[in-house]
T-cell receptor
Framework: DQQVKQNSPSLSVQEGRISILNCDYT??????FLWYKKYPAEGPTFLIS?????DKNEDGRFTVFLNKSAKHLSLHIVPSQPGDSAVYFC????????????FGQGTTLQVKP | DAGITQSPRHKVTETGTPVTLRCHQT?????MYWYRQDPGHGLRLIHY???????DKGEVSDGYSVSRSKTEDFLLTLESATSSQTSVYFC?????????????FGQGTRLTVV
């Protein structure tokens, strides 16, 4: 049973437009959410995060929105650039000292020039 | 770049043989993780460690064991490799467990079980 779900395996957008990647979770104990980006043949790298006490966090072209009641978060990239083409993973972790970090299936973003 | 090294980077092994993958860090981070990446499944947590000799199971732990006898090394063992364990394995490290503590990943180990 996947606790973190990314239901769109792929997304294609035009350069300069907005990319919206979605993520749903089922465990209400999760209180922090992170997005990672992965290029082929490399390990994932951290992109942006959000605490459950917030509904928005922004970092440059990247904004993450959290709807806690719907157990849904989204990553917005504006404007999208060809270098943003990668696999994006949503991850979640809960309070406490266990440190367990659970990832979703990933969404492959292609930004066309 | 975070000091995290996975070895080997590539391995081909036969069904039924034991295999050990190594993750080595130079950051003195407390938390270490093993994930596998498969198409359609994303990154799935196998086992993780929250300190020396402290480990716990993840989402897909069957057929895997781990050991952490010192802070810098986290070993993943496939007790008897099967074709379903063909995958790319990633190790990750985190300094702490608070939510805003990011994880740093290694380059991955591509394992093929024939």
């Amino acid at each position: 049973d996947q606790q973190v779900k990314q239901n769109s395996p792929s997304l294609s957008v035009q350069e300069g437009r907005i990319s919206i990647l979605n993520c749903d979770y089922t465990n209400s104990m999760f209180d922090y959410f992170l997005w990672y980006k992965k290029y082929p043949a490399e390990g994932p790298t951290f992109l942006i995060s959000i605490s459950s006490i917030k509904d928005k966090n922004e970092d440059g072209r990247f904004t993450v929105f959290l709807n806690k009641s719907a157990k849904h978060l989204s990553l917005h990239i504006v404007p999208s650039q060809p270098g943003d083409s990668a696999v994006y993973f949503c991850a979640a972790t809960g309070s406490g000292n266990t440190g367990k970090l659970i990832f979703g299936q990933g969404t492959t973003l292609q930004v066309k020039p | 770049d975070a000091g995290i090294t996975q070895s080997p980077r590539h391995k081909v092994t036969e069904t039924g043989t034991p295999v050990t993958l190594r993750c080595h860090q130079t950051e003195n981070h407390r938390y270490m993780y093993w994930y596998r990446q498969d198409p359609g499944h994303g990154l799935r947590l196998i086992h993780y460690s929250y300190g020396v000799k402290d480990t716990d199971k993840g989402e897909v732990s069957d057929g895997y064991s781990v050991s952490r006898s010192k802070t810098e090394d986290f070993l993943l063992t496939l007790e008897s490799a099967t074709s379903s364990q063909t995958s790319v394995y990633f190790c990750a490290i985190r300094e702490g467990a608070s939510g805003n503590t990011e994880a740093f990943f290694g380059q991955g180990t591509r394992l093929t079980v024939v």
